[in-house]
């Protein structure tokens, strides 16, 4: 299963390519078929699925590049707040009260939320024309 892989990729990138989608986000869905990631045990891969997997067959093949085989069996998950902690402090980052460093909500804002839907429409709109 891909969903350790994707989740490691993510990072703090809404996409597999980076700031867009691109041809590993299209085959990173073909190898999960139908299952559906946990935002419990999987956060970034589950905002990425709730978006990715809206697009049309048509929309995802026009996502170009990409080299990452998803077909391989992946590495035991790392909860997601080990994978956290494993990162370095960032300069000027003060810890919360209590010596811990709040994490920042991850995922998409309500403005990239709209600009996904709204190509989308486009694109469904483009697909139903030809």
Do not use: C
Not at 14 to 23: E, M, Y
Not at 63 to 71: A, L, R, S
Not at 78 to 88: L, Q, T
């Amino acid at each position: 299963m891909a969903l350790n892989r994707i989740e490691a990729l993510l990072g703090d990138a809404q996409w597999l390519g980076g700031a867009n989608p691109s041809g590993d986000d299209r085959e990173a869905l073909k190898a999960l078929g139908d299952v559906q990631p946990s935002a419990a045990s999987h956060p970034r891969t589950f905002a990425w699925y709730a978006i990715a997997s809206k697009f049309t067959d048509a929309a995802r093949a026009e996502w170009k590049g990409g080299d990452v085989d998803f077909t391989k069996e992946d590495a035991p998950a790392k909860p997601a707040a080990a994978a956290a902690a494993d990162k370095p402090a960032a300069a000027g980052d003060k810890p919360a009260e209590g010596g811990k460093k709040k994490e920042k909500a991850k995922g998409p804002s309500q403005k990239e939320l709209k600009k996904l839907e709204r190509l989308k429409k486009k694109q469904e709109e483009e697909a139903k024309k030809n």
